[in-house]
């Protein structure tokens, strides 16, 4: 399967994205949202295996703003002072806000690249957040958003996804670490009681024995069989949503 590199005009520039899709008609979408490393290699094929099972996924550079940056070993930027400070400075200067904006775009590329039916939404580290945030922007056409290792999802922060979830219409799953930092379990108490409140059709999973970043082959962390599960679950709710 091929990738196919396009860019996308946004309200701020435009953003680089990877394109794969099996077959020319295809109708319905995935975005998926990077986590804070970049497009790269291995989010390439984890957008392959996606786009195996039917869906065009658009893979986007969030980062586009900042100009030219990286790359980044996921094993050890952050144990890198000068690396660390980059990745802080590029998630820092990324906001919630933008990328809520950028989706309107993402989504308007997928139109013109013939995908006229429901989107899915799907997010790693970072990324977790805003494919959540991405769905209360856009709930006329994202059906469904997924969350794996996303941090602050219930934080006091202005923009904490669970601070939207009244604007919610898409299923939510969200699949955390077992132990981690970025969400730790009163975040996950708050946002179930939050999306139930609202009537938000959700699961919440906790994968124990899983460290922040086990999804992506190229995390220290990465774990074949936790991997595999959120395969699993993941293929499920785009299955019973988008199809």
């Given amino acids: 399967m091929a990738k196919r590199e396009i860019e996308i005009r946004t309200p701020d520039g435009v953003a680089r994205a990877g394109l794969f899709r099996s077959a020319d008609k295809v109708r319905t979408g995935v975005i998926l949202y990077m986590d804070a490393f970049g497009p790269r290699p291995a989010l390439d094929h984890m957008a392959e295996r996606l786009a195996g099972h039917g869906y065009a996924v658009l893979v986007p550079d969030l980062f586009y703003r900042a100009g030219a940056y990286g790359p980044f070993d996921a094993k050890t930027a952050f144990a890198e002072e000068k690396t660390r400070a980059e990745l802080r400075a590029l998630i820092g200067g990324t906001t919630q806000a933008m990328t809520m904006r950028d ?77 981690d930092g970025s969400f730790p379990p009163e975040q996950s108490a708050l946002l179930a009681e939050t999306l139930r409140a609202a009537g938000v059709d959700h699961i919440i999973e906790n994968y124990v024995g899983m460290g922040h970043g086990w999804c992506v082959p190229d995390h220290g962390v990465y774990d074949a069989a936790g991997a595999s599960r959120h395969w699993k679950r993941l293929l499920i709710l785009f299955e019973e949503t988008l199809e």
């Fill in 103 to 179: 989706t309107g775009a993402f989504i308007e590329a997928l139109v013109a690249e013939g995908i006229s039916g429901p989107i899915g939404t799907v997010g790693y580290c970072m990324g977790g957040s805003r494919a959540l945030n991405a769905a209360t922007a856009h709930p006329d056409r994202i059906v469904a958003a997924a969350s794996f290792h996303g941090g602050n999802l219930a934080s006091d922060a202005p923009d904490s996804p669970h601070r939207n979830a009244a604007r919610l219409k898409a299923r939510v799953y969200v699949g955390s670490a077992g132990v």
